[in-house]
């Protein structure tokens, strides 16, 4: 996570899930009814626990990432959280269900209940935006692979350098 | 993975538990979404708020409302109650099975306004013309609206409404006319 690009990502994406945690974790009941909204195949009880524990795995996700702390656990969740959000909301989308996505509140840049706020809280964007943060957190997390692989090899050379230098 | 998930239940039931706009879990626990304004038993009532204009306001700040054929009318809870008793009108209860199994208005019939399942069976066989009046918790929440939209818009009901304040509009009432019925 070296390179300027993938430190910005990992920036923006961090500061997009503190945005998405405190959206939720404003009002725990109406992000319940946003899921019940979704009209999943899935239990209540699940339902309920998921209003409960997701915009908190959002929020350690969020500071994790800005902080750079365990990584690879982070975008491994970072990657499940976007997934969820890219089935569900594509389900939604593709039933044509007219329902908010209950993913980030524009009430706290003060734009609640306007055209911009409609429109980016609306199931079909929200289909799009996910797709965009999937393959970024995929890209995320290759680099992260790819450094790591990088400086696992490097570390060798300098740990043995006499095998290397053979 | 496992420490980041562990300490995010914790932190959620933690803080479910604190906040007043928690998701309950106990059968019968009220919650916002049941009541946004939870009234103890024994507390006074508030009053109602009054509602001024004749046609149901476009819930705010929950995202895309369906956009009904026509603008739905409002009414009141002094006003459903006689119909009611009379049979002359059906009462929908907009919120989901477990706040409707929890506690609802009696005579109401549940049509949870998320499903398109409950929606087509509550429609099917029923006159266009049959006067419904559609609630859900309270004047704050969208489910009634998305309902009556609906119930308009996919299944061309004509005579639609909604009781805007909802099942806190309801309690509240009965509370009243309960204390003053006891003087």
């Known amino acids: ?97 007219e329902i908010s996505c209950g993913c980030f509140n524009m009430k706290l840049f003060g734009l609640g209940g ?45 740990s043995s350098p006499a095998t290397t230098s053979k | 993975m496992l420490v980041i998930l562990a300490v995010s239940v914790l932190a959620g039931f933690a803080y479910n538990n604190l906040t007043a706009f928690g998701v309950r879990f106990k059968q019968g626990d009220s919650s916002r979404l049941a009541a946004s304004t939870i009234t103890p038993t024994n507390a006074t009532p508030q009053p109602v708020a009054v509602q001024t204009t004749n046609y149901a306001p476009v819930p705010e700040g929950a995202g895309p409302m369906p956009t009904p054929k026509y603008r739905i009318p409002a009414i009141t809870w002094a006003k459903v109650k006689p119909l009611l008793a009379e049979n002359k009108i ?29 929606m087509g069976n509550f429609a099917q066989d029923r006159p266009k013309d049959q006067p419904i009046v559609v609630y859900c918790s309270s004047e704050h929440c969208p489910l009634s609206y998305i309902l009556a939209a609906n ?23 009965e509370a009243q006319a309960g204390k003053e019925g006891a003087k």
């Open chain 1, 1 to 97: 996570m070296k390179s300027g690009f993938t430190r910005l990502l990992r920036w923006i994406f961090g500061l997009l899930l503190l945005w998405a945690a405190f959206s939720k974790l404003a009002n725990l009941q109406d992000f319940y009814a946003s899921l019940l909204a979704y009209q999943l195949p899935l239990p209540d009880m699940l339902l309920r626990c998921s209003a409960v524990v997701l915009p908190w795995l959002e929020l350690f996700c969020g500071l994790l990432l800005l902080s750079g702390l365990w990584l690879r656990a982070t975008l491994t969740w970072t990657l499940i959280l976007f997934g969820i959000f890219l089935l569900a909301t594509g389900q939604a989308w593709g039933r044509g269900l």
């Open chain 1, 114 to 158: 306007s055209a911009l706020a409609k429109t980016f809280e609306s199931v079909g964007f929200a289909f799009g935006r996910s797709v965009f943060l999937v393959v970024g957190a995929l890209y995320l997390y290759s680099q992260y692979r790819l450094e790591s692989v990088q400086s696992s090899e490097s570390t060798e050379e300098v």
């Open chain 2, 90 to 118: 059906v009462l929908v209860d907009a919120r989901g099975n477990y706040f409707y199994k929890a506690e609802h208005i009696p005579g109401a019939v549940s049509v949870p306004s998320t499903s398109g399942f409950d």
């Open chain 2, 151 to 173: 119930l308009i818009n996919q299944f061309d009901f004509s005579n639609v409404k909604i009781m805007t304040g909802g099942f806190d509009e309801y309690r509240l009432q």
